[in-house]
């Protein structure tokens, strides 16, 4: 504030108001807006609001017009000696100079005390700043490391993924071996089933020939197959040819040969 500015403030703490209309001024040199000052010196005894200093006097609190009317100008003064005029002028420039020192040191004090909280607010932010930067190197490092691990996890899902793909295309060819083997034994078991009985075959020694159609060479039977097929070529030992058959006329004449 300065000496040209024509406005004072409330110097009720919590307030801080420019003056307008009426104001209360004390003594000691303060002055409050009309709303604080009625109700602040409405008490008795009457204490300053600002320095609690006790206002017991008669004159110690006024209630004083901020702009008052040119008739009231006129006539305030009026009559009054000029040392008198000069006396109560200087007392009503201290008391402004007074204000607007106060007004100075309290900007001033307002000033220090927001670089200080803005000087501690700095160091906290600094030290916060500190602290996040290292939570923010840690978080880095671990998700570098989380990275590598996820390397190495996709490096081990790729072999598996191979491992897995190589093993369903072996289970895939031993199934088709399977497959194909039980084919092959159900044929097999087909054809070395005993067959139903019927009327006796005579062995006349004449070997037959399979037929091409259910020779089991044609079945695919490997080196098993072959065996049973020549085995099935061969003659019985034990079975008796067309002439070794005996008819009775021969037995009889045999009988006879022998009595005689």
Request: proline fraction near 6%; charge should be positive; include cysteine.
């Amino acid at each position: 504030m300065s000496m040209c500015d024509d406005t004072l403030l409330c110097n009720y703490p919590k307030c801080r108001a420019k003056l307008c209309g009426f104001a209360w001024v004390t003594a000691c040199s303060h002055a409050f807006c009309d709303q604080h000052g009625s109700g602040e010196f409405s008490r008795s005894p009457a204490i300053c609001p600002a320095c609690s200093s006790a206002l017991s006097g008669k004159l110690d609190i006024v209630r004083t017009e901020l702009s008052p009317s040119e008739e009231y100008k006129a006539m305030v003064l009026a009559g009054l000696r000029p040392e008198t005029v000069l006396d109560i002028s200087a007392r009503a420039m201290a008391f402004w100079t007074y204000q607007v020192h106060q007004e100075r040191m309290f900007q001033e004090y307002s000033l220090s005390r927001a670089e200080g909280q803005v000087k501690q607010m700095e160091k906290v932010l600094t030290q916060q700043n500190q602290s996040r930067e290292l939570e923010l190197n840690a978080m880095r490092g671990e998700v570098t490391s989380l990275k590598k691990v996820m390397e190495e996890y996709k490096r081990k899902y790729s072999e598996v993924s191979e491992r897995l793909m190589e093993r369903n295309r072996q289970y895939q060819k031993l199934q088709g071996l399977y497959d194909s083997l039980r084919l092959r034994n159900m044929v097999v078991g087909d054809r070395e089933a005993p067959r139903q009985p019927g009327p006796p075959e005579f062995n006349t020694g004449v070997v037959r020939q399979p037929s091409p159609r259910g020779s089991p060479h044609f079945l695919g039977l490997g080196p098993e197959g072959d065996s049973h097929l020549f085995s099935s070529l061969e003659p019985d030992a034990g079975a008796k040819t067309f002439f070794q058959f005996s008819s009775p006329a021969r037995d009889r004449g045999r009988a006879l040969l022998k009595k005689y």
